[in-house]
Each structure stands twice: as structure tokens, then as C-alpha cells.
């Protein structure tokens, strides 16, 4: 049943399997373009038995029930499809339950067109990027394809003058021609450490998988002021918020406006079916598959002297606007005037953050 399952969920594009134990039943749900519908109900006499499949197949210890593990594993579904796979296990009262995260390590990376992205904002990103330093922020909430973009913008660097150097956790995806380095926080291993040392191999690039304090936070500014060009990614709904999240870190606003060259906001949206418009054969509720809604924050002088004195996220975002930019809720309206998503769905990714 769990390699069944596993394989149902690689040929369906899922991108997480919840395994979740319940007192009458043990219920599996996967998540497909962002929202997690069930799959199947099963007697919660099968709770130990696939939760112990699980385990063996992720190196974790089966006797271990009352706390939490992680592990991974590599699997191939039935029609020869590979996924890495990252899994944690967490108790609850009626058993343990695990998910799994389906990594894309070996999907084709995409294009900047595919992303999402309007020709204006193509053009802003691909000035940012050929620049030989400087600091560019890809921010949003968990599963807004922050990491695609990322890896976007690593391929079109990718050049055989340049040494490109990554910090991940984990590396979701293998380029041939970057190096690439997954943290180990067991062993020592951080952001901050690693990155430490990848300053001394004398790179032209680094990605920086997450800023997650004020040590990596500043190792980062530091590095784009000193002839790197660095991109990193931070958990905030907005381009202006991710300003002010950096600030809060302990950065000064000084040395944020020397190292900052692009703020790129996002979320994911899921796309209308081009066959149908309810559900069909190619769909299951209207939708298939899903784009990028996106807010830019290029850094003008009016914006850099708005930080340096501490001006508020709302203050920011008008001033961007101001200066030509639309905010996430402006990109996603003109989705919809596109037909390319509906209002209901923009309001359900959107609507807290216009």
C-alpha cells in the first residue's frame, strides 16, 4: 500500500503525502498545487504498518514512536519515475504521523518566461542579476516557489566564467556546474559557518538558501558590499516587509542600502484548466497546474533614504508603487484579466496581504 501510494503521488505532481492516524480511521492525504485533498481512508488497524514502511524506507528507527525523526529517502515509482524525498515523523495522540516532501531534484529547471514573470519585470530581475554585486531577496511564505525562482536565476548565471557556490537545506535541485553544499546542523554545519567558508573559495555567485539570523543576515550584506552578488530568501508577505524583517534582524538601515539591489515577492496561484472550466479528464475542480504572482522592489534613491530612516513597510510599498511597481494584489488582478486564474483564487492566496 505505501509504495502504491508513493508512486499515485509522484504521477499526480504532488508535492507533500500526509500519512495521519485518526481513531477510526487512518486518512492520506496528498497536496496538488498547493491544497491538500484526501486520497484515501484507510482501517486504522494499517497505522503501524505503513507508518513502519515509512520508516525503514527513510532510515529512521521504528522503536522510536514518542518523538520526532526526520530522514530521507529515494524512491521510483512503478512507471520508473525518481524522487528524493524528505520525511519527518511526529507523535500525536492516536499514533504517529509522517509526511513526506516529494523534492524535485531532477525536474527541468525553468525558463524566466514559464515563471510568471511580465516582460517589464523579466528585464528588471535579468539587469539585476548581470550586475557584479549586491543583494537580491526572493520572499515569501512556505510553497510560494521561491526555490524554482532561485534556481531560475542560478541557471542564467550559470556561466563557465563565474564560480557558483550554494548553501541549501536541502539542495532541491542538482545544476550541473554549480557547486552545491547541503547544511548539517548536526555536525556544526550552518548557513553562517558554511558560509564562512565559501567566501574563502573565491566566488563570484552565492546563493544562500534562507536567512535565518542575524549572523547569516549580516554575513550576507557583508559579502554583497564586498564585489559578490548573493540570493538568499526570507519568509515575509511582502517586498516591503522583508526590508523591515532586516532591520528587525539587527541590520543597519545604512548597510542594507549599500548591499540591496532587488526585493521579488511571490506566491503561487493555481492556473485555470485550458479545457474546461469545472472539472474534467486534464483536471479534478477547474484548475490545472499553477503560475507566479510576483512584486518587485528594485531599490531607487527615494526608497534608500526612506530606509535609512526607518520608514514603515506600508510607507515602503507606497513609495515602490510610486515609483511604477505593482504590489501582489495588482499582479493578481491582472491574472484574472488575463484568464489566467480566477478571483476566488486570488482571494484565497492574496487577499491578507493587498
Same mark, same amino acid.
Given at each position: 500500500?505505501?509504495?502504491?501510494?508513493?508512486?499515485?503521488?509522484?504521477?499526480?505532481?504532488?508535492?507533500?503525502?500526509?500519512?495521519?492516524?485518526?481513531? +477510526?480511521?487512518? &486518512?492520506?492525504?496528498?497536496? !496538488?498545487?498547493?491544497?491538500?485533498?484526501?486520497? $484515501?481512508?484507510?482501517? @486504522? #488497524?494499517?497505522?503501524?504498518?505503513?507508518?513502519?514502511?515509512?520508516?525503514?524506507?527513510?532510515?529512521?528507527?521504528?522503536?522510536?514512536?514518542?518523538?520526532?525523526?526526520?530522514?530521507?529517502?529515494?524512491?521510483?515509482?512503478?512507471?520508473?519515475?525518481?524522487?528524493?524525498?524528505?520525511?519527518?515523523?511526529?507523535?500525536?495522540?492516536?499514533?504517529?504521523?509522517?509526511?513526506?516532501?516529494?523534492?524535485?531534484?531532477?525536474?527541468?529547471?525553468?525558463?524566466?518566461?514559464?515563471?510568471?514573470?511580465?516582460?517589464?519585470?523579466?528585464?528588471?530581475?535579468?539587469?539585476?542579476?548581470?550586475?557584479?554585486?549586491?543583494?537580491?531577496?526572493?520572499?515569501?511564505?512556505?510553497?510560494?516557489?521561491?526555490?524554482?525562482?532561485?534556481?531560475?536565476?542560478?541557471?542564467?548565471?550559470? +556561466?563557465?566564467? &563565474?564560480?557558483?557556490?550554494? !548553501?541549501?537545506?536541502?539542495?532541491?535541485?542538482? $545544476?550541473?556546474?554549480? @557547486? #552545491?553544499?547541503?547544511?548539517?546542523?548536526?555536525?556544526?554545519?550552518?548557513?553562517?559557518?558554511?558560509?564562512?567558508?565559501?567566501?574563502?573559495?573565491?566566488?563570484?555567485?552565492?546563493?544562500?538558501?534562507?536567512?535565518?539570523?542575524?549572523?547569516?543576515?549580516?554575513?550576507?550584506?557583508?559579502?554583497?558590499?564586498?564585489?559578490?552578488?548573493?540570493?538568499?530568501?526570507?519568509?515575509?508577505?511582502?517586498?516591503?516587509?522583508?526590508?523591515?524583517?532586516?532591520?528587525?534582524?539587527?541590520?543597519?538601515?545604512?548597510?542594507?542600502?549599500?548591499?540591496?539591489?532587488?526585493?521579488?515577492?511571490?506566491?503561487?496561484?493555481?492556473?485555470?484548466?485550458?479545457?474546461?472550466?469545472?472539472?474534467?479528464?486534464?483536471?479534478?475542480?477547474?484548475?490545472?497546474?499553477?503560475?507566479?504572482?510576483?512584486?518587485?522592489?528594485?531599490?531607487?534613491?527615494?526608497?534608500?533614504?526612506?530606509?535609512?530612516?526607518?520608514?514603515?513597510?506600508?510607507?515602503?510599498?507606497?513609495?515602490?508603487?510610486?515609483?511604477?511597481?505593482?504590489?501582489?494584489?495588482?499582479?493578481?488582478?491582472?491574472?484574472?484579466?488575463?484568464?489566467?486564474?480566477?478571483?476566488?483564487?486570488?482571494?484565497?492566496?492574496?487577499?491578507?496581504?493587498?
Amino acid at each position: 500500500i505505501t509504495h502504491q501510494l508513493l508512486s499515485d503521488a509522484i504521477h499526480r505532481g504532488a508535492s507533500d503525502i500526509h500519512f495521519e492516524p485518526y481513531q +477510526q480511521h487512518f &486518512r492520506v492525504r496528498f497536496r !496538488i498545487d498547493g491544497l491538500l485533498r484526501e486520497i $484515501i481512508s484507510l482501517p @486504522n #488497524q494499517l497505522t503501524d504498518a505503513i507508518t513502519s514502511c515509512v520508516k525503514v524506507l527513510a532510515h529512521l528507527d521504528i522503536a522510536i514512536k514518542r518523538m520526532p525523526q526526520d530522514g530521507r529517502l529515494g524512491f521510483r515509482s512503478y512507471l520508473g519515475f525518481f524522487k528524493d524525498c524528505r520525511v519527518n515523523t511526529c507523535p500525536t495522540i492516536h499514533g504517529e504521523k509522517s509526511v513526506v516532501r516529494l523534492l524535485d531534484a531532477n525536474t527541468e529547471i525553468r525558463s524566466i518566461e514559464q515563471l510568471g514573470l511580465n516582460k517589464k519585470n523579466q528585464k528588471i530581475i535579468l539587469d539585476c542579476i548581470q550586475k557584479p554585486q549586491g543583494l537580491i531577496l526572493v520572499t515569501g511564505p512556505t510553497g510560494s516557489g521561491k526555490t524554482i525562482t532561485l534556481y531560475t536565476l542560478l541557471n542564467l548565471l550559470n +556561466q563557465q566564467h &563565474r564560480n557558483i557556490t550554494t !548553501i541549501e537545506d536541502p539542495v532541491e535541485m542538482q $545544476i550541473e556546474g554549480i @557547486n #552545491q553544499t547541503h547544511i548539517n546542523t548536526k555536525t556544526g554545519l550552518t548557513f553562517s559557518h558554511t558560509l564562512r567558508a565559501l567566501l574563502r573559495q573565491d566566488p563570484d555567485v552565492i546563493m544562500i538558501g534562507e536567512i535565518r539570523d542575524q549572523e547569516t543576515a549580516e554575513m550576507a550584506i557583508r559579502a554583497a558590499q564586498t564585489g559578490h552578488l548573493v540570493l538568499s530568501t526570507l519568509h515575509t508577505n511582502s517586498a516591503p516587509e522583508a526590508i523591515t524583517r532586516l532591520c528587525h534582524m539587527g541590520i543597519a538601515p545604512f548597510h542594507l542600502c549599500s548591499a540591496l539591489t532587488l526585493v521579488i515577492a511571490q506566491r503561487l496561484v493555481r492556473k485555470l484548466c485550458v479545457h474546461c472550466d469545472k472539472g474534467c479528464t486534464y483536471c479534478t475542480d477547474g484548475f490545472q497546474g499553477r503560475t507566479g504572482i510576483f512584486e518587485l522592489m528594485p531599490m531607487s534613491e527615494t526608497l534608500k533614504q526612506l530606509i535609512v530612516e526607518n520608514a514603515s513597510h506600508i510607507t515602503l510599498g507606497k513609495q515602490n508603487q510610486a515609483d511604477g511597481h505593482d504590489n501582489l494584489w495588482r499582479s493578481a488582478l491582472a491574472c484574472v484579466q488575463n484568464k489566467l486564474t480566477s478571483l476566488g483564487e486570488i482571494y484565497r492566496v492574496v487577499s491578507n496581504h493587498a
